[in-house]
């Protein structure tokens, strides 16, 4: 296998299991609720997710902050000065500063280790968006892809990587801003259900809605029914705030109406789940766009 590390954020909501299997680095974004600042690391040790969104149904707020410059230096420096390369997968620049941190950071390190690279990418995805590209890239370093031939290759991929998501409540998405207060209002009177992506700019965009909940999860399937590129042999990636048997009744429409059978299915972390609030269902997939 290629010998580089492969670094991503806690934004990509992958397990610790598969971190551990896939042999890559995961920094971990931090969030703040009930007046305390946690950090999300993929094998919750400081809140789980049903705690998190237990607390979310309940009341409580969080708020969500990026990683900072210094992070990245931090978990840089060791591996640097260990004779390792680095590519970087950082959660995409148009919902958060964590690409532009981990830029600076590389940008810093270069000069203190001229004989190491690091690269950085900028993923344009959220959740297990980003999840199943470190996924893809991490497959293709173990086929013994270069750096810059992994780093190129993401490049390539990250314009067909698909993302579409729905919301059970709208009124965490007022909250960050994304919908008015009256849309939230009304939407919510009538079970009005946004089915939303992440754009090429990386950003979150509302694509249509659908009067009630099994509406808007077909929705999901029929979007990818439309625009999945050779589902043969794909990994379906699936996330949830909490809501897990909705996440697996998209999974078995997607294995009935297209044959899939590989599916990884995990929580939205905290991080994610602070905007989205619970019962939010994203479904990822290698498209056409």
Known sequence: MADFVILTDSSADLGADLVSELNIEVLPLSFTMGGRTYRDFPDNREMTPADFYRRLREGE??????????????????????????????????????????????????????????????????????????????????????????????????????????????????????ISAATAMVGSMLQIKPVLHVDQQGKLINIGKARGRKAALTALVDRMERTVRNPDGQIVFLSHSDCLEDAQWVADQVKARLGIRKFYINYIGPVIGAHTGPGCVALFYIGDR
């Open 61 to 178: 707020w969080a708020t969500t902050s990026a990683v900072n410059m210094d992070q990245y230096t931090s978990i840089l420096t060791p591996i640097l000065q260990s004779g390792r390369d680095v590519l970087i997968l950082a959660f995409s620049s148009g919902l958060s500063t964590t690409y532009n941190s981990a830029s600076m950071a590389a940008e810093e390190l270069r000069a203190q280790f001229p004989a190491r690279r690091v690269l950085v990418v900028d993923t344009l995805c959220a959740s297990l968006g980003q999840g199943l590209l470190v996924y893809l890239a991490a497959k293709q370093r173990e086929k013994g892809l270069s750096l810059q031939q992994v780093r190129d290759w993401c490049v390539r991929q990250i314009p067909t990587l698909s993302h579409q998501f729905t919301v059970d409540d709208l009124h965490h998405l007022k909250r960050g801003g994304r």
